[in-house]
């Protein structure tokens, strides 16, 4: 328990109203002040305790005793941290105390053989300045000790014999008792001093020379490889037993791993093929063997914190050969070969088996994932190159027809049982969204490599450039030689018919909105104990799904520009839609035959078109339809609200805009804004933009002194002409001798005669 710890247990805990002035004062005490009284060597605990608790109540004493068993358990834990965190610091301080250990007794060996040769010398002195009325007590004392010193003689000669007898027949108990007697027959010889230094010290030496012949055979046991586990731990229990216990721990984990790289040697895996049955083989004999010397080191040795830092530095020395191991004869080559079912086949196994000694203290589980996961990466990253070539294979075969998945393909993807609808897509998407399929779910027993956000983005890429592609579909000459030079020289067959083009448009938008988030909830976690896992990862889920819809909006964007500008320019490179058209309108003798201009009837029938596709294409996602009519309509109108060209024209021209321009332009407008709103894809956006447009035109009239609005007819009068112009341009009118093509023109004289003969 540290200083800061104490602390707190001296004041914090002791915080209750009965309490509260002693506490406040000790609060105001330095640091030093305050730890002083658990630092004296006197310290008692229980009288400490009591004198803080005299004046509380039960209830506070309860919740005193409940705060210092929490305290305790977090000393205990911060402890095993501090222990893990500086295995190599304990090992390495364990080792120097051993060191000084031998260094010490081999000076109190030599210290003793000084003090006995001094010993001697005095007494030769002694005995040689005698006075001749005492030499008859100094000649008894030496016959006592001469009789003393060949009774330690003879049990010294027959102790030698017997000794070396139970070291030729192992019998270590006896020969451990053996040395017992002798250390206690030193120690009464010791006290009683009957014996010179000398003798002493030669007696000391013989018990230490069978002691270290006794710790050696010891060793020796321990080294061979035929000795069982029961020998094993016997001999390094009394090995402990003679005082040389890192010793004994150290043999104790190299006879486990001699025996490890032992049963190693027959292990070799025969191909790839077999990569699984040989990483569990291997992975149940490493971690049996490491669980194995767990349990021996806690039996012998306890929980010393010298020996469990041993240990564990032990054990993750073990798993990383055994990692390196397995990476070199299967991860390697299953990675580089994109195997990753292999792959996370043989990191799940290892995993399962690591998992078993966390019981143990030992969690290992982090060492496997630092050494797995390149492999697992690499594996990924070729997995998804895989699927991206394969794609553009596919996307240069691809017909561009919507179908059904073919009976016998993954079932996995999407069928009609249930709730869930088969996807109506084109080959190429149906057969990437088979390989996405596959993909996850072989990357989802990885999840402890925390792999699923590195997966999310390569899937990402994939469809990116998988979309990439479909763009390079469109027949726009402009974007494929851009695209062509950004993406590489990727040969991806045309969608020459708009029904293509679309289907373009639904693999993207069903890939992004269904099938890859259905994949990708393959990746989280299904136990109910990692249901905040989930929650936490939800957020990263939608913000990937917004970026899979910014990929297709890429393509509609694509689609709208490509159709926008095929209905404004000719093929000449001149627009279909100029300022001269409105303002050579005014200043003709012949009356105007009012109709939507030639560029709306064709966006009207274009939309119309597109709409009858999409609807059969977009079943159940009408919103995407909707949408995509919503932005080809905006692209035409904001181009013509941009053109400086067109507007120079009206507004700066030679020629100034006419009220009869001004008309036509109103009506095509207001003929745009009808059809988009019975179509239910005119935005507000787009609404206020031809608003916008509508003002400037007549801003530009009325600087020229004009009154636009007394030359305008009234807002149904538009309305009519462009109801008008919708059934003649969807042949839903019946005119009776009336041209009804898309070219013909009704009078303003006669808009009441063909709105009575088209309500019929």
Not at 402 to 426: C, D, F, N
Request: with cysteine; charged share 20%; aromatic share 6%.
């Amino acid at each position: 328990m540290d200083s800061s710890t104490l602390s707190s247990l001296s004041v914090g805990s002791f915080s209750s109203s009965s309490i509260g002035d002693s506490a406040d004062l000790e609060t105001n005490l330095p640091l030093n002040d305050r730890l002083k009284v658990f630092k004296t060597s006197h310290f008692d605990p229980n009288a400490y305790v009591n004198s803080k608790c005299q004046t509380m109540h039960e209830k506070e004493i309860r919740h005193l005793c409940s705060y210092l068993v929490d305290l305790k358990k977090a000393s205990a834990e911060e402890m095993r941290k501090s222990v893990y965190a500086n295995y190599a610091a304990f090992i390495r301080t364990s080792k120097e105390i051993s060191n000084l250990e031998g260094q010490l007794l081999s000076m109190r060996n030599l210290l003793s053989t000084q003090a006995a040769l001094v010993h001697r010398l005095v007494e030769g002195v002694c005995i040689d300045s005698l006075p001749t009325g005492a030499e008859d007590s100094a000649a008894d004392n030496i016959l006592s000790e001469n009789k003393e010193l060949s009774t330690i003689e003879n049990w010294l000669v027959e102790f030698l014999d017997t000794f070396e007898v139970l070291l030729a027949e192992r019998r270590v108990d006896e020969a451990l008792a053996a040395l017992d007697e002798g250390e206690s027959i030193v120690e009464a010889a010791n006290e009683r001093q009957t014996l010179s230094q000398t003798a002493l010290l030669s007696l000391q030496t013989a018990i230490s020379e069978q002691r270290q012949n006794l710790a050696d055979q010891l060793a020796e046991i321990t080294r061979h490889p035929s000795t069982r586990g029961v020998e094993i731990r016997s001999a390094v229990l009394a090995l402990k037993k003679l005082g040389d216990g890192p010793r004994a721990h150290a043999l104790l984990l190299n006879s486990h791993h001699q025996k490890l790289q032992f049963n190693m040697q027959s292990l070799r895996p025969l191909n790839t093929a077999s990569g699984a049955a040989y990483t569990a083989t291997l992975s149940q004999l490493v971690f049996s063997t490491i669980a194995q010397a767990a349990s021996d080191s806690l039996s012998i040795f306890g929980e010393e914190p010298a020996y469990a830092s041993e240990l564990v530095t032990w054990a993750v020395r073990q798993t990383e050969t055994f990692a390196i191991l397995l990476k070199r004869h299967v991860l390697a080559f299953s990675a580089a070969a994109g195997g990753l079912r292999v792959a996370a086949e043989c990191v799940h196994i290892c995993l399962g088996h690591c998992s078993l000694l966390e019981a143990r203290g030992l969690a290992l589980s982090p060492v496997l994932l630092r050494l797995f996961r390149p492999c697992v990466e690499q594996a990924l990253n070729a997995n998804l190159k895989r699927i991206e070539q394969s794609s553009s294979a596919l996307a240069a075969a691809d017909d561009w027809l919507l179908a059904y998945p073919v009976a016998g393909t993954r079932p996995g993807s999407t069928t009609s049982l249930g709730s869930i609808s088969q996807p109506k897509v084109s080959t190429s998407a149906h057969r990437f969204n088979s390989m996405v399929q596959e993909f996850l779910e072989n990357v989802g027993p990885l999840e402890s490599l925390q792999l699923d956000g590195s997966t999310l983005e390569g899937v990402l890429q994939v469809f990116n450039s998988y979309v990439n592609l479909l763009i390079n579909a469109l027949p726009s000459s402009m974007d494929n030689e851009e695209n062509m030079e950004i993406y590489g020289n990727k040969i991806v067959r045309m969608a020459e018919t708009e029904a293509q083009q679309i289907a373009l448009l639904a693999n993207a938008s069903l890939l992004a909105d269904e099938l890859l988030p259905r994949a990708a909830m393959k990746l989280l976690p299904v136990q109910q104990s990692r249901a905040s896992d989930r929650q936490s990862r939800l957020p990263e889920q939608r913000e990937w799904k917004r970026r899979l819809q910014r990929s297709v909006e890429s393509l509609r964007d694509s689609f709208c520009r490509h159709h926008a500008l095929e209905l404004i320019f000719t093929e000449d490179g001149d627009t279909n839609v100029n300022a001269q058209m409105y303002i050579n309108m005014d200043g003709n003798a012949d009356e105007p035959e009012w109709f939507p201009s030639p560029i709306f009837q064709v966006l009207f029938t274009k939309l119309t078109q597109i709409a009858g596709i999409a609807t059969e294409m977009f079943v159940g996602r009408e919103r995407f339809a909707t949408v995509l009519l919503m932005r080809l309509t905006e692209a035409v109108i904001l181009w013509l609200s941009e053109e400086q060209t067109f507007w120079e024209d009206i507004e700066d021209g030679p020629k100034p805009l006419g009220p009869l321009g001004l008309q036509q332009f109103y009506l095509d407008m207001e003929f745009v804004i009808l059809f988009s709103s019975q179509g239910r894809y005119l935005s507000r956006n787009l609404h206020q933009v031809i608003k916008n447009i509508i003002a400037r035109a007549i801003d530009a009239v009325s600087a020229t002194g004009l009154d636009p609005y007394s030359t305008l007819p009234e807002d149904d009068w538009f309305a009519e002409v462009a109801q008008i112009g919708i059934k003649v341009l969807t042949g839903k009118a019946n005119f009776g001798n009336v041209d009804t093509s898309p070219t013909a023109s009704v009078s303003a004289k006669s808009i009441s005669s063909v709105l009575s003969h088209g309500s019929n």
